[in-house]
Every structure is written in structure tokens, then in C-alpha cells.
């Protein structure tokens, strides 16, 4: 429970740092990322699941809860409009997967341009 309170915190002072049009939350832990998916639908953040994509594409909500192995296939699920929409990725759970992440996103994928990496 703790490192979803440390995560949903993060977020919480990153949205109130930052000007967020879309971005993912990156969390391999089911459990970990079912409790931050609930502690955030709680305080009301517009975020959803792979299981509701069409929510998020159709900007009904802002961020999408991912598993680190569904950042790495993204053109698989997300036209590449919204792909060019996202500006924010949280990373949950930093190891030495995601170490290296960022520069394979950038290299892999046409983010928005002042794409900001948020490890938490």
C-alpha cells in the first residue's frame, strides 16, 4: 500500500507542476497498479485502462495505467495520433528496466515535443 501512496503523491505534485495533455502511467505490479488506478479514481484524475482505451483516445480521460511490457508496444493499441498527444510518462516502480526507458521511447516513438519522464 505504501508505494502507492509514495506513487499516487508523485503524481499528484508532477499534475500540479506540470501543464499534462495525456500521458501514461507505466506499472509493472498488478497489484501496486490496481491500488494507485484506485487511489487516483478516487481524487477524481481522469485515468483509465487498457481495458478502456477508447477512453482515453476519445479524450474522455487524460492518462492511461499501462504494464512496462504494453509501453514498448504502443503502436500495437494507440494510433499514432495519440501517441503524438502525450507529453507525460510516470514511471512506477524504477529498476533497471527502466533505466535505459526514456531514450528508448524517444528513439522508438513521435511523443509531443516537451515530453516529460516522471520516475516515481
Not at 492511461?64 to 509501453?71: P, S
Not at 514498448?72 to 502525450?86: C, D, R, Y
Amino acid at each position: 500500500m505504501l508505494k502507492a501512496v509514495s506513487a499516487k503523491t508523485a503524481i499528484d505534485k508532477a499534475y500540479g507542476n506540470l501543464s499534462i495533455c495525456k500521458s501514461l502511467v507505466v506499472c509493472h505490479d498488478d497489484n501496486l497498479k490496481m491500488r494507485l488506478f484506485d487511489a487516483l479514481k478516487a481524487d477524481d484524475y481522469p485515468i483509465s485502462l487498457l481495458a478502456n482505451l477508447n477512453c482515453f483516445e476519445n479524450n474522455n480521460s487524460r492518462m492511461l495505467l499501462i504494464d512496462f511490457v504494453d509501453i514498448h508496444n504502443l503502436h500495437s493499441f494507440l494510433l499514432k495520433k495519440t501517441i503524438s498527444e502525450i507529453n507525460v510518462i510516470f514511471i512506477v516502480e524504477g529498476d533497471l528496466r527502466s533505466k535505459n526507458l526514456s531514450d528508448t521511447l524517444l528513439s522508438k516513438y513521435d511523443f509531443k515535443e516537451d515530453l516529460t519522464i516522471v520516475h516515481v
